[in-house]
């Protein structure tokens, strides 16, 4: 009936849809009030946060969006796992930036308003692999002492094998 790579190709989009629509009317529930306690959780305390990740998830999926319309005919299995982790990788990467931005580990100047956070957060699920790229760099320099280069240089590679880059375009 269905061949193995388009059934593959088809839940890929299907989830990828699924998370895109899902989280702009994730957003919507919460703003409207809709989930107050959900799961034992108030989230009232966290709704911010939910944003926050939401937006970076909106962010990873469109690029991977993007990414499975351009490469379509190229994708291959290797990549699925690529495209389910995805949104999840950038959702939390996004919190987690937003937090460095708001202890002042991370500086960047912008309006205490959540629509900025908000941004920011889309920006990152969007940029994920240069924002890992970076945030690298700064834990390096924080806690290596070092203040450029990659810890992954040192001694050589073995023949053959090369360092996957998360942006990298499917082959």
């Known amino acids: 009936m269905f061949k193995k790579d388009l059934l593959y ?6 989830y990828l849809i699924v998370w895109y629509v899902g989280s702009f009317w994730m957003m919507a ?14 989230w009232s305390v966290v709704h911010e946060y939910a944003y926050y990740a939401l937006a970076g998830g ?11 319309h351009e490469y379509y005919d190229q994708l291959s299995e290797r990549w699925l796992f690529w495209y389910l982790l995805r949104p999840i990788k950038c959702a939390g990467a996004a919190v987690m930036t937003i937090i ?8 960047l100047q912008t ?4 629509l ?8 990152v699920g969007f940029g994920y692999g240069k924002v890992m790229d970076k945030l690298k760099s700064l834990a390096e320099t924080l806690f290596n002492g070092k203040s450029g280069g990659s810890s992954d240089t040192k ?13 990298e375009t499917p082959k």
Do not use: C, M, N
Not at 155 to 163: L, Y
């Open 155 to 167: 001694g050589p590679q073995a023949p053959g094998k090369t360092v996957w880059d998360e942006d």
């Open 100 to 107: 460095l931005f708001q202890s002042g580990i991370l500086l």
């Open 116 to 123: 900025a956070k908000i941004g920011i957060a889309f920006l």
């Open 9 to 14: 190709k088809l839940g890929i989009a299907v």
């Open 29 to 42: 529930a919460l703003q409207s009030g809709l989930f107050v306690h959900l799961f034992g959780v108030d």
């Open 111 to 114: 309006g205490d308003s959540v």
């Open 58 to 68: 909106i962010g990873g999926t469109l690029y991977a969006l993007r990414l499975f």
